[in-house]
Nanobody, 117 residues
């Protein structure tokens, strides 16, 4: 089974930055899709950013130009760099990995991101 461990969440003021990391117990080069989701209280878990194998990253409209998803190949991690953070970015952020199309994805435990003055 694939294990995902997220880290990097915390409390940041509006306009600040955070770098989330997801350590993956699988070669990231073999993954069909890697993604970050987020969920705030009372709301659905929505995709924030993702990378399909062989394709450039794509982002939710709400984070375009502010967030960047990438791979750290040496550390076998998936990174979400979050800049210009807004209060509405407050949520639990989850790493998500799909090894092959047709399978269920794997989820990390989530890491809390809070944007507050």
């Amino acid at each position: 089974q694939v294990q995902l461990v997220e880290s990097g969440g915390g409390l940041v003021q509006p306009g600040g930055s955070l770098r989330l990391s997801c350590a993956v117990s699988e070669s990231i080069h073999s993954l069909y899709r890697v993604a970050w989701y987020r969920q705030s209280p009372g709301k659905q878990r929505d995709v924030v950013a993702r990378i399909y194998r062989g394709a450039p990253p794509n982002y939710a409209d709400s984070v375009k130009g502010r967030f960047t998803i990438s791979r750290d190949n040496e550390k076998n991690t998936i990174v979400l760099q979050m800049n210009s953070l807004k209060p509405e970015d407050t949520a639990v952020y989850y790493c998500n990995v799909l090894i092959r199309l047709g399978q269920d994805p794997y989820w990390g435990q989530g890491t809390q991101v809070t944007i507050s003055p």
